[in-house]
């Protein structure tokens, strides 16, 4: 985990323009002398919203030496802050639309190219669960996401894939056949249009393993499959 105060990062609650109002999120990215312009990754969180956990996996990113943005996918209903509850969370984001959530994420990408410390033709995107259902839709629908890591996420249908343009790592779990079997020939299609498609499924684990705050957390796989997103976001987002 990576605290809020950390010495070598720079970490802020922001605001910013949405297509329904103001959109909030979480912004972090190394803390440097002299002025820089990192590659960024958006972070897609799961169905409980911007909670404290996602915060912490966008201050990962900013760690790895990116600028990491978590988007706040129920700010159309006042943010994650709304809900203290997590059962009022998960409802909140029942009632999200994935066309409202795309366009959310679309708003952080804006916003993401807005700053001065951002390479904006270098943004990639991660999300978990719903969040990697999330990051599917969002590079069929968005050409110029330069690297997508979906955890754990649904993926589109078959049609779908002709308009995916981004490099994809998949992150799948064994004990979460529904999700995994999905994605045998989502890789094989992907595979055979000669788009750039990875897939790890981790033996032994089960959904949102990636979740240290869950029961479901599994600290070896976590943290290897954290280990390949990074390198993946470093092979195509520091590209030349």
């Known amino acids: 985990r990576v605290p809020p105060d950390a010495p070598d990062l720079e970490v802020y609650d922001v605001e910013f323009p949405g297509e329904a109002g103001t959109m909030f999120g979480h912004l972090a990215y190394p803390r440097s002398g002299e002025p820089r312009n990192y590659p960024a990754v958006i ?17 990962r ?5 990116f600028v990491g ?20 969370q998960t409802q909140a984001y ?7 959530r795309r366009a959310d994420l679309i708003a952080g990408l804006t916003y993401l190219k ?23 839709d969002f590079i069929v629908n968005v050409e110029e996401t330069a690297a997508a890591v979906p955890f754990y ?30 994605m045998l020939p989502i890789a094989d299609a992907m595979l055979r249009l000669r788009k750039t498609v990875g897939l790890f499924v981790y033996e032994g684990v089960g959904h949102a393993f990636h979740n240290d705050t ?3 957390y599994n600290a070896e796989a976590a943290c290897d ?3 390949r997103t990074i390198a993946f976001f470093n092979k195509y987002l520091r590209a030349a």
Request: aromatic share 6%.
């Open 61 to 65: 990113v900013a760690r790895a030496g």
């Open 214 to 216: 869950g029961a479901a």
């Open 114 to 136: 807005t700053l001065g410390v951002v390479r904006y033709d270098r943004i990639g995107i991660v999300g978990f669960c719903a969040g990697g259902g999330n990051v599917w």
């Open 153 to 182: 996420g649904a993926p589109p249908t078959l049609d779908q894939l002709e308009k995916v343009k981004t490099p994809v790592l998949g992150i799948y779990a064994e004990r979460d056949p529904a999700l995994s079997m999905r």
């Open 225 to 227: 499959a954290w280990a």
């Open 94 to 100: 029942g009632r999200t639309t994935q066309d409202e």
């Open 69 to 88: 943005l978590g988007v706040d996918l129920l700010s159309r209903q006042g943010g994650t802050q709304k809900f203290p509850d997590p059962a009022q």
């Open 43 to 59: 972070v897609v969180h799961e169905t409980r919203g911007l909670v404290d956990h996602h915060k912490d996996v966008t201050r």
